[in-house]
């Protein structure tokens, strides 16, 4: 059973950093490319950062690019994502997923398996 567990959400203040992991088990981490999405209340999920699964290539929504950064562990089968400077506008449910086909993706709809999300709330 494919199980991502995410951890590392909090209440912070604007200006602060947070670093999300997730951890996976029950699939072979190193063959699947991992992203990060978000969604806040009202608002459909949004991509908000991927990583090869070789950890090789990376890709990121401009609205987090150059605050935020997505790593990854295949030993430890985890994925992060360092996110500092971190505003309001960020406030909301994170959620790590991973691809089978190991290649970066920004499609929600190409990711095979889903993790429970785990709340970020960024105060003024």
């Known amino acids: 059973q494919v199980q991502l567990v995410e951890s590392g959400g909090g209440l912070v203040q604007a200006g602060d950093s947070l670093r999300l992991s997730c951890a996976a088990s029950?699939?072979?981490?190193?063959?699947?490319?991992m992203g990060w999405f978000r969604q806040a209340p009202g608002k459909e999920r949004e991509f908000v950062a991927t990583i090869s699964r070789s950890g090789g290539s990376t890709y990121y929504a401009d609205s987090v690019k150059g605050r935020f950064t997505i790593s990854r562990d295949n030993a430890k089968k985890t994925v992060y994502l360092q996110m500092n400077a971190l505003k309001p506008e960020d406030t909301a449910v994170y959620y790590c997923?991973?691809?089978?086909?190991?290649?970066?993706?920004?499609?929600?709809?190409?990711?095979?398996?889903w993790g429970q999300g785990t709340q970020v709330t960024v105060s003024s």
């Open positions: 997923a991973a691809r089978a086909s190991g290649v970066t993706s920004t499609d929600d709809k190409h990711y095979n398996y």
């Open positions: 029950g699939l072979t981490f190193s063959i699947y490319a």
